[in-house]
């Protein structure tokens, strides 16, 4: 089976998504699957390389960061073979599953799960409405919220509007914490802790989106579990993360392997562990997610369980949580990524199933 893995994107996590489609690459089982690699550049181009393509020689490839593809891809909605390379001679390709390894916005927001969908090819994750509210952590609270899953008070503004300092301070306290709405690896988020650095934080989270939340503290435990599934979702054991910085933020995640540290399996009771797999799954299924997802939550003193946020397209890197948690639950790298690939499959037949005519 062919499977196209599709990295980088049109995002500030572009780097991170490098980062994660080599480990995706590197982990797919080459018996069972032939890799096809198309990048997406900074500019939002669909890159690959022709000479890899025509002798299908990707698995040769040792790192995907060492991979330079230049031949452009156009896209043809509903063909049998929908990407056709931009040169000279006509190549048109496809493959039986698309596995987007894309973070942040234009990759994990709904955008390409759009454009796979209607190129009508099976793809790994939550398909268009799942990925968009997730991505938009807004709407996501609203909806957990209507669904009964305990969240955090929070402020929303939109472009160019700046709450008033004292107001904010009034009703959610400080510190508080300044996000864009739709960016995830905590790109463009500040903790504020005083009003001399409440502008500079709305300046940065609206340089990222043209919507932020502003969130309050909590306090309590960070407790991680990763769900696999489609109309039965699984969860994984709960992990904690425990940061050594401010709080967990993108350095601490990515470059300063010393900035945190993760407890996998969390110490929990067996009760709360149990709990908080409940609250991950009803969560990855109020927000209409399939395939796979993260579901970050905190434990308060009180062992009430806080849902924070959910993750569609979580990282794959050698240091990321889900594969971490998974591998923990019984399943391994190899594994992991296969059984993602079968899910995609599958839900692809399930819809393909639905009438389209009356």
């Given at each position: 089976?062919?499977?196209?893995?599709?990295?980088g994107?049109?995002s500030a996590?572009?780097?991170?998504s490098?980062?994660?489609?080599?480990?995706?690459?590197?982990?797919?089982?080459?018996?069972?699957?032939?890799?096809?690699?198309?990048?997406i550049?900074?500019?939002?181009n669909?890159l690959?390389?022709?000479e890899?393509?025509?002798?299908?020689?990707?698995s040769?490839?040792?790192?995907?960061?060492?991979f330079k593809p230049?031949?452009k891809i156009?896209?043809?909605?509903r063909?049998?073979?929908?990407?056709?390379l931009?040169?000279?001679?006509i190549?048109?390709?496809?493959?039986d599953?698309?596995?987007p390894?894309?973070?942040?916005p234009?990759g994990e927001?709904?955008?390409?799960?759009?454009v796979?969908?209607?190129?009508n090819?099976?793809?790994?994750?939550?398909?268009?409405?799942?990925?968009?509210?997730?991505?938009d952590?807004?709407?996501?609270?609203?909806?957990?919220?209507?669904?009964?899953?305990?969240?955090g008070d929070?402020?929303?503004?939109?472009?160019n509007e700046?709450?008033?300092?004292?107001?904010?301070?009034?009703?959610?306290?400080l510190?508080?914490?300044?996000?864009?709405?739709?960016?995830?690896?905590s790109?463009g988020?500040?903790?504020?802790?005083?009003?001399n650095?409440?502008?500079d934080?709305?300046?940065?989270?609206?340089?990222?989106?043209?919507k932020?939340?502003i969130e309050?503290?909590?306090?309590?435990?960070?407790?991680?579990c990763?769900?696999?599934g489609?109309?039965?979702?699984a969860s994984?054991?709960?992990?904690?993360?425990?940061a050594?910085?401010?709080?967990?933020n993108y350095?601490?995640?990515?470059?300063?392997?010393?900035?945190?540290?993760l407890v996998i399996?969390?110490?929990?009771?067996?009760g709360?562990?149990?709990?908080?797999?409940?609250?991950?799954?009803?969560?990855?299924?109020?927000?209409e997610c399939?395939?796979?997802?993260?579901v970050?939550?905190?434990l308060?003193k009180?062992n009430e369980?806080?849902?924070?946020?959910?993750?569609?397209?979580?990282?794959f890197?050698?240091?990321?949580?889900?594969?971490?948690?998974w591998?923990?639950?019984?399943?391994?790298?190899e594994?992991?990524?296969?059984?993602?690939?079968e899910?995609?499959?599958?839900?692809?037949?399930r819809d393909?199933?639905?009438?389209?005519?009356?």
């Amino acid at each position: 089976m062919n499977i196209i893995i599709l990295y980088g994107g049109k995002s500030a996590e572009h780097e991170i998504s490098i980062l994660s489609a080599n480990n995706v690459f590197n982990y797919l089982d080459k018996k069972r699957y032939s890799p096809i690699l198309i990048k997406i550049d900074k500019e939002g181009n669909w890159l690959t390389d022709k000479e890899f393509l025509i002798h299908n020689n990707f698995s040769e490839i040792k790192n995907i960061s060492d991979f330079k593809p230049l031949d452009k891809i156009m896209l043809s909605p509903r063909s049998k073979y929908p990407f056709v390379l931009n040169t000279d001679d006509i190549i048109s390709f496809g493959a039986d599953a698309v596995f987007p390894v894309l973070h942040g916005p234009n990759g994990e927001d709904g955008s390409v799960q759009g454009v796979l969908k209607t190129l009508n090819i099976p793809f790994v994750g939550p398909s268009v409405l799942g990925s968009a509210v997730g991505m938009d952590k807004e709407v996501m609270k609203r909806l957990l919220k209507e669904g009964g899953i305990k969240i955090g008070d929070y402020i929303t503004a939109r472009y160019n509007e700046i709450p008033d300092f004292e107001q904010v301070k009034s009703k959610l306290g400080l510190p508080v914490y300044i996000k864009p709405a739709n960016m995830g690896s905590s790109v463009g988020i500040s903790k504020v802790t005083e009003q001399n650095q409440y502008i500079d934080a709305i300046n940065l989270a609206y340089q990222f989106d043209t919507k932020i939340v502003i969130e309050a503290n909590i306090t309590g435990r960070e407790i991680e579990c990763a769900i696999i599934g489609n109309e039965k979702p699984a969860s994984s054991v709960p992990g904690e993360v425990i940061a050594y910085k401010d709080f967990y933020n993108y350095e601490a995640k990515y470059i300063d392997d010393k900035g945190y540290k993760l407890v996998i399996p969390a110490e929990l009771e067996n009760g709360i562990s149990d709990k908080i797999r409940d609250i991950a799954v009803r969560t990855f299924q109020i927000l209409e997610c399939e395939g796979l997802s993260r579901v970050d939550v905190f434990l308060d003193k009180n062992n009430e369980v806080i849902v924070n946020e959910i993750n569609t397209l979580p990282g794959f890197t050698k240091i990321s949580m889900y594969p971490m948690l998974w591998k923990e639950s019984g399943i391994k790298y190899e594994e992991l990524i296969s059984k993602l690939i079968e899910l995609a499959i599958d839900r692809h037949q399930r819809d393909s199933n639905l009438k389209m005519s009356i």
